[in-house]
């Protein structure tokens, strides 16, 4: 069975400033897909990035992008030029292919940028 | 393009009383298709997924069912909430079929039971 972990509850960073959110995953799979979401006050869940795990370059999404460490098994997201509206909780999220792909996610960390 | 609906986007029910909370996409055919909760403060649960028309695979026991009556909706029940029950309910779409990846959320329903 597929786990995420989340180990940051918490982060603050100023606006305009970068900030990295760290996640680490276990499977037994060959093939997956990781992904981060974000969930602002609203709690509507958004897609920020995802990363195929056979895919060595890490993801890029503007100023979103991830550090894959496949042998790790880590895949931590980089937030560049921070924005208010970063502001909200960043899940981190696995699956397989093959079947009904059922996501795993971990607990979140809720990130506040300051002004 | 796709999109997907949830409703009602807000439900305060009593303890006891039945559910239905409804998940319709549009712009897509055939889709895989979630239910999961969250609990404040916690992560997401997967309640419930769908490959089809009439399949649905629970993931959780307890007092809840889905269903799926046509291939772009499915529904949540219950015949009778627990205070337990409240909570985020949120509604994902994925393509069907083998190789699928990404899951796109609905707007959520905030379900309070008293």
């Known amino acids: 069975a597929q786990t995420v972990t989340q180990s940051q509850p918490e982060m603050s960073v100023q606006e305009a400033e970068t900030v990295t959110l760290s996640c680490t995953y276990d499977t037994s799979e060959n093939n997956y897909y990781l992904f981060w979401y974000k969930q602002p006050p609203s709690r509507q869940m958004i897609l920020v990035i995802r990363?195929?795990?056979?895919?060595?370059q890490n993801a890029t999404e503007n100023r979103f992008s991830v550090n894959f460490q496949k042998a790790a098994k880590s895949f931590s997201l980089k937030i560049s030029d921070s924005q208010l509206g970063d502001t909200a909780m960043y899940f981190c999220?696995?699956?397989?292919?093959?079947?009904?792909?059922?996501?795993?996610f971990g607990k979140g960390t809720k990130l506040t940028v300051n002004p | 393009s796709q999109t997907i609906h949830q409703w009602p986007a807000t439900l305060v029910q009593p303890v006891g009383s039945p559910l239905s909370l409804e998940c319709t996409v549009e712009?897509?055919?055939?889709?895989?298709l979630y239910w999961y909760r969250q609990a404040a403060g916690r992560g997401l649960q997967l309640l419930f997924y769908s490959v089809g028309i009439g399949q649905i695979s629970s993931e959780v026991p307890q007092n809840l069912s889905a269903s799926r009556p046509q291939d772009r909706q499915f529904i949540l029940s219950s015949k009778k909430l627990l205070l337990s029950d409240s909570g985020f309910y949120l509604c994902?779409?994925?393509?069907?079929?083998?190789?699928?990846?990404?899951?796109?959320f609905g707007p959520g329903t905030r379900l309070t039971v008293l």
């Open positions: 990363q195929e795990a056979y895919k060595q």
């Open positions: 994902a779409w994925s393509t069907g079929g083998a190789g699928t990846d990404t899951q796109y």
């Open positions: 999220a696995a699956n397989s292919q093959g079947g009904s792909e059922k996501l795993v």
């Open positions: 712009g897509t055919s055939n889709p895989n």
